[in-house]
């Protein structure tokens, strides 16, 4: 390091250097050098300036920049060879250095809320070479604050309730100001409450902002909201202090300080005798001051004549009483009834009973207004027991109704249709008398539920009804008979005595000791020498077998008579037949078969080879059938009929052509002239084959031919060349080989025309078997169409 004695002397002078920068404190500088004559010892570097803190006011105004300081480095000879840079927060665009002299202005308006403090880093390096002489240091220019914001709400307006008839000092609401000026430099930031609007009735503390109650007593029924401005001032309240206001809205809220009145102390209310229970007579309210839950009431009928025929209620806002008939009216027996009604406060504040008492007290009259009632019956509903076995006009009972009103009027009686369909029963009009028309079965219907109608005969709207229920009694008229089984099986491997069957009987009736059943076999079974019967005593009995030996191909079916009689009086008795099978059974017992074609099939045979033998036989039919269908199937040619009159000769021979060296095969003068070819055909016919078919046409009209030999021969290449350009220029022409043209062939034929170009007009098939009566000429064709034709349709 360096010597203490070195930093000693220039310590005065840095300091006194310092006294020139303003807003600036320095601390002692240093200075680097290298001694030539002690090179080779290491020293340490020290920085040369040192510096702590900058402060500046905010809100700066003026025209030029904000001189803040000045930085110096001990290095500096004032040569201008060390430049002064400046980095950090703000640097270049909020403060700028004067790279020469190393001075500090801020070129922006600054502000304390914004941002209080900027961190800077300074260097000093060589201007020519750019290597820094100082190591790089860091300083703060900090922002002084000035009293520039006026203290806020930030919740501004407030909404509040109290209590009415709350006490003074009673705490309302605490409202809270924010300054944004800085509460450690001065006054800026200290706030002072105070009220500028609602006095008396509130008042503010100073310090801390509670609102508070001022005035007592204050009744929410005489005024319920309040408007109350609140200032705050900062520098304490000082003359030259900022201030901000707010609004609260305060709100008295309701307590139970009023007891509850009627508005009338009499009700006149009227309601019909005919009213049902329930039905409301009228609504009464005790009127009440308060609000919410301390208006609630509850009314109840302390006193009156009444107080057993009427109820009253509260209604769902808990405010009105509902007076509603209780027990049924009727004016005849009593017209009016008074009831004496309280009303009182459900929430009532034990504090505040000297203020009642909470209730009130008032009187009601009812009416009861006179009405045409309907009839009357004697009874809510009337029950009556019934045997079954009743005679016809039997009178079951006599149903009674009266008119309540005064006038007593006639009542007559009848039966609702509906409830009586089938018309079993009737009621005389005037008596009420009701009695049977018709058979009555219990086992058919048990109860009748009939509704009797009585009916005013001055007034028919009105009318009353009454229920009837009539029980019909059981009566022993039905025989037994046995139940699900009638029908069983025996096994051909069966012993004498084996059960084979367990038969029961039902039987409809229903007797009050229950059922009771004996069974037997009929007279003319009683001795047969095959089964047997068990009666077991308890409504069952045992189907048993007499002998063994059992074979289907001796008797496959047995009919077992069986005879059932119940035990009630008038005794019933039933027979019924059961039929028994005899049947192939396993090892088991379980049935495998009761027919007996199977045992006309060889031990050997199993069913599965039956089936493969029976679809094997199926299979060979649809092939013969299939086979025969294809022979018998022909194809017919399909032809445009663009001429009427187009007829065919249509040569066939079952040979294979010889080629162009066959002159034979065909005569080309039948194209010619057919004429001709007629007379001199059997000279040029074809030596190994006559054709099948000669030609039908006995003249043919053509143009004479002039000439022979050359001009014949120009005549026919020119025909067939015309008839080939025809067949190849028609797209309905048909494919044959060969195809012989004749405008008029069969003239004078006495088969006419054989050509079928214009059959494909018609649906229908054709019947070919007239070829037959036509001799020999026509066999192959009669062969062909005639004796296989079916009736299929043509394949295309």
């Known amino acids: 390091?360096?010597?203490?004695?070195?930093?000693?002397?220039?310590?005065?002078?840095?300091?006194?250097?310092?006294?020139?920068?303003?807003?600036?404190?320095?601390?002692?500088?240093?200075?680097?050098?290298?001694?030539?004559?002690?090179?080779?010892?290491?020293?340490?570097?020290k920085r040369g300036w040192v510096w702590n803190q900058f402060f500046v006011l905010e809100e700066y105004t003026g025209l030029e920049p904000l001189y803040i300081g000045k930085l110096h480095s001990d290095m500096d000879k004032g040569d201008g060879s060390i430049k002064y840079i400046l980095t950090g927060e703000g640097a270049g665009t909020t403060f700028t250095i004067d790279d020469s002299t190393g001075d500090i202005h801020a070129i922006q308006r600054l502000d304390r809320e914004v941002k209080a403090q900027y961190a800077l880093r300074a260097q000093a390096r060589n201007r020519l070479t750019d290597r820094p002489l100082e190591p790089e240091s860091e300083f703060i220019v900090k922002i002084q604050d000035i009293n520039d914001n006026e203290p806020k709400f930030l919740d501004g307006p407030y909404q509040a309730s109290v209590p009415e008839m709350s006490k003074i000092g009673t705490s309302v609401i605490q409202?809270?100001?924010?300054?944004?000026?800085?509460?450690?430099?001065?006054?800026?930031?200290?706030?002072?409450?105070?009220?500028?609007?609602?006095?008396?009735?509130?008042?503010?503390?100073?310090?801390?902002?509670?609102?508070?109650?001022?005035?007592?007593?204050?009744?929410?029924?005489?005024?319920?909201?309040?408007?109350?401005?609140?200032?705050?001032?900062?520098?304490?309240?000082?003359?030259?202090?900022?201030a901000g206001t707010t609004t609260i809205n305060i709100t008295l809220s309701d307590i139970n300080d009023n007891p509850p009145m009627f508005d009338q102390r009499l009700y006149q209310m009227s309601i019909p005798e005919s009213a049902p229970v329930g039905?409301?007579?009228?609504?009464?309210?005790?009127?009440?001051?308060?609000?919410?839950?301390?208006a609630e009431m509850r009314y109840s009928i302390i006193d009156g004549d009444g107080r057993d025929t009427f109820d009253i209620s509260t209604d769902p806002t808990n405010l009105f009483g509902i007076i509603t008939v209780k027990k049924p009216l009727d004016f005849e027996k009593k017209p009016s009834y008074t009831l004496k009604v309280e009303g009182a406060n459900i929430n009532v504040d034990p504090s505040l009973r000297y203020r009642g008492p909470f209730k009130d007290v008032t009187i009601v009259h009812v009416s009861v207004e006179d009405v045409d009632e309907p009839p009357v019956f004697d009874l809510?509903?009337?029950?009556?027991?019934?045997?079954?076995?009743?005679?016809?006009?039997?009178?079951?009972?006599?149903?009674?109704?009266r008119d309540p009103d005064a006038a007593n009027n006639t009542v007559r009686y009848s039966i609702e249709r509906s409830s009586d369909p089938d018309k079993f029963f009737y009621i005389e009009i005037t008596s009420g008398s009701l009695m049977t028309v018709r058979w009555l079965d219990r086992e058919e219907i048990g109860w009748h539920n009939i509704t009797v109608l009585a009916m005013e005969m001055n007034n028919p709207s009105q009318i009353a009804s009454v229920s009837v229920a009539i029980k019909v009694l059981d009566v022993n008229d039905n025989p037994p008979s046995l139940a699900h089984y009638l029908e069983a099986y025996v096994c051909e491997t069966a012993k004498a005595g084996q059960l084979i069957q367990t038969v029961t009987a039902v039987d409809?009736?229903?007797?009050?000791?229950?059922?009771?059943?004996?069974?037997?076999?009929?007279?003319e079974a009683a001795n047969n020498p095959n089964f047997t019967l068990k009666d077991n005593q308890d409504n069952t009995a045992w189907i048993l077998t007499r002998r063994g030996g059992w074979s289907q191909q001796d008797q496959t079916i047995f009919y077992l008579p069986i005879v059932i009689t119940d035990g009630e009086q008038p005794v019933q008795t039933s027979t019924s037949t059961l039929t028994i099978r005899v049947c192939s059974c396993d090892q088991k017992g379980n049935v495998m078969s009761c027919n007996a074609e199977a045992y006309s099939l060889p031990a050997s045979l199993s069913r599965g080879a039956l089936i493969a033998i029976l679809a094997c036989i199926f299979v060979l039919l649809v092939m013969i059938l299939l086979m025969l269908s294809l022979r018998t199937h022909r194809k017919k040619p399909y032809l445009c009929d663009e001429e009427e009159n187009v007829h065919e000769n249509i040569v066939r021979y079952d040979d294979e052509g010889g080629g162009e060296e066959d002159t034979e095969a065909f005569d080309i003068a039948a194209m010619w002239n057919p004429r001709e070819a007629h007379n001199h055909h059997l000279g040029k016919m074809?030596?190994?084959?006559?054709?099948?078919?000669?030609?039908?046409?006995?003249?043919?009209?053509?143009?004479?031919?002039?000439?022979?030999?050359?001009?014949?021969?120009?005549?026919?290449?020119?025909?067939?060349?015309?008839?080939l350009l025809e067949a190849d220029m028609d797209p309905c022409a048909p494919p044959y080989d060969s195809l012989q043209t004749y405008a008029y062939e069969g003239e004078g034929s006495i088969a006419e025309s054989l050509s079928s170009l214009q059959s494909g007009t018609s649906n229908t098939d054709h019947e070919y078997d007239y070829l037959n009566d036509w001799g020999p000429r026509f066999k192959k064709l009669a062969e062909m169409y005639g004796v296989l034709e079916t009736n299929s349709p043509p394949l295309w």
């Not at 840095?14 to 290491?42: C, D, M, Q, R, Y």
């Not at 300054?179 to 105070?194: C, E, F, I, L, Q």
């Not at 039905?279 to 301390?294: E, F, Q, T």
């Not at 084959?689 to 030999?709: D, F, H, K, N, T």
Request: glycine fraction near 12%; proline fraction near 6%; aromatic fraction near 6%.
């Open 380 to 401: 809510p509903v009337y029950y009556i027991e019934l045997p079954e076995d009743a005679e016809i006009g039997t009178m079951l009972k006599t149903v009674s109704a």
């Open 686 to 723: 074809r030596q190994d084959m006559l054709p099948e078919i000669e030609s039908l046409s006995r003249y043919v009209p053509q143009a004479c031919v002039m000439g022979g030999g050359g001009g014949g021969d120009s005549n026919v290449h020119g025909y067939v060349l015309a008839k």
């Open 1 to 45: 390091g360096r010597p203490r004695s070195l930093a000693a002397t220039l310590l005065p002078v840095v300091l006194g250097l310092l006294t020139l920068l303003p807003h600036s404190i320095l601390g002692k500088p240093a200075e680097e050098a290298a001694n030539a004559g002690s090179s080779a010892l290491l020293q340490r570097v």
């Open 508 to 523: 409809p009736d229903e007797p009050l000791g229950g059922q009771h059943f004996y069974y037997s076999l009929a007279p």
């Open 279 to 294: 039905s409301v007579v009228g609504r009464i309210w005790a009127k009440d001051r308060d609000i919410g839950v301390n």
């Open 175 to 242: 409202l809270t100001a924010t300054d944004a000026d800085d509460p450690t430099y001065g006054n800026s930031a200290r706030v002072v409450y105070s009220i500028l609007e609602g006095q008396p009735y509130f008042s503010v503390d100073a310090k801390t902002g509670v609102v508070r109650v001022s005035l007592a007593d204050m009744d929410r029924e005489t005024r319920e909201n309040y408007s109350v401005v609140i200032q705050a001032k900062d520098m304490g309240g000082q003359l030259g202090g900022l």
